[in-house]
């Protein structure tokens, strides 16, 4: 997969899998100095989580501002790794628990940097797929630092070596720029009928992956105790699963791989409650946790970066999701100190099971009822296209930048999709004009495809000469006429990206280049003056 990123995008995937990897090592080291008390875990978390959101938030689009405060705070976040385990128990605590805020802002760059970087085709991938290389590294290290028996002070050396591998690759470098032309600005338009429906959803997922982090608490704990398959099964299986979560979920296959996880996972529970009380119960939660209990994880830390390109502070959504799962981590150790009666200590019972089977039947419900009402491909798209609909004076779908009056001559037009083609040339969204024309989504989306279909292929014979034409007119060179002919084909950055394989980035330089030489600001405008020139 990190062929197919630029050397920018690869040094952003290292220095986010590096500081995750000091995330893990310092939050999962088992320390029994910091292990004593539960609530040193909730603060650690909080000093992190809090940070990042309240930075992400004030910052909103300014990376800049964030990557200079993190030149300056990440390195006494990595000396107090260094220095805190050689310290009297309280002030070893107390510098673990103040680590994380120095070393969030780095953490929101490494974010920012990945998502950026990576481009539409592969950010969660690219994400999710550092975060699991993080978790494998840091499972190595715990399993030699157990082997060996490592001093506390050794225990920490990794960690804080990776920390500082990744301020090395990112803090001193100018952070990629999200350019504000790829994003459609905020959501402004709060669609309230969903609202309701969307919390639920969301605090069903927060509950699953909670209860979730349960299990992976309950086998990283039995599996130290000296079973590698417990704690294989509690850190290494959910970390492939967010991976592969994300793949499907990039490629717009997240439907299937829901089903898939979910049903694995009632599975499991199943059999678990067909078997319990006997010796082989575990390996069927494992799987049940592993596969389809990954699932919520990856809902919350994969959410908000969905939102990225469609809003107006993706420094806070680059992380956003990250900072809400540690938050749902640490209420576990907050529950664990103060409710410890919810917790299964040394077994598992039927009740934990059964909760833990209701959560996901009413989640996997509620994901394909509102999936197959507002039909689209992603859970995260679904409750995207319910809870929002873009502002009036947006310019309509990015697929049909490229359509006007003349290009619909000669396509043979249904009467209801010229009606939608001139509504979509006015500059109304989809949504606006299915409600308009009193159509269902899946209709209009059928519609959509109809006229895209219709328009590029009888354009499709006129966009060759008119590409030559350019070529001749303008000077413009052979690479820039390969993506000017996508342009005329109605084809979006992305698309045009993974036909001529190059990068997003590269796409848009050349695209800025076609605008200054044609004189034109815009598709539509480049698109008209071409065919003006005729």
Known sequence: MLKAFDPVARREWFGLFALTAWYFSVYQSYDPTLYARSMNMFWFSLALAVPMIALGAVCGDNIGAVARIARFSAPVGLAC????????????????????????????????????????????????????????????????????????????????????????????????????????????????????????????????????????????????????LLFAGGALLPAVSLSVYALFTDRLREKQAMIVGFSLYLLGLILALLRQGEPDLLPALIIADGVGGAYSDFFVVGFSIMFFSRTDKPVLMASLGMALDILTASSLWAFESLAPVFFPGETLSAGHIAVMAALVILLLAAALLIVDTRSEKTFVASLLSALFREPETTEGDPALAALDQPGMAGAGLLAIEQTIAALFIDGLTRHDIARRLHISPAEMEVHQKNILNKIRTAAESGTDALVAKAVHTYGIRQRQAQILSGVLRGMSNARIAETCQITERTVKYHMAELFAKTGTKNRRELTARLRGDE
């Open 81 to 228: 790794t260094v220095v805190m385990p050689l310290l009297p128990p309280p002030g070893f605590v107390a510098l673990f628990v103040i680590s994380p805020v120095f070393i969030a802002p780095l953490i929101l760059r490494c974010c920012y940097g990945v998502v950026t970087s990576a481009g539409e085709k592969w950010k969660l991938t690219a994400f999710m797929t550092a975060i699991t290389a993080a978790i494998f590294a840091h499972a190595l290290w715990l399993f030699l630092a157990r082997t060996l028996m490592f001093p506390p002070f050794g225990q920490f050396l990794f960690p804080a070596a990776a920390g500082l591998m990744s301020y090395a690759a990112i803090a001193w470098r100018e952070p990629p720029v999200c350019e504000p032309s790829t994003r459609a600005g905020a959501f402004l338009f709060l669609q309230t009928r969903y609202v309701v429906l969307a919390a639920v959803i969301f605090l069903l997922v927060c509950a699953f992956d909670l209860a979730s982090d349960l299990f992976h608490s309950y086998f990283l704990a039995e599996g130290l105790r000296g079973d590698p």
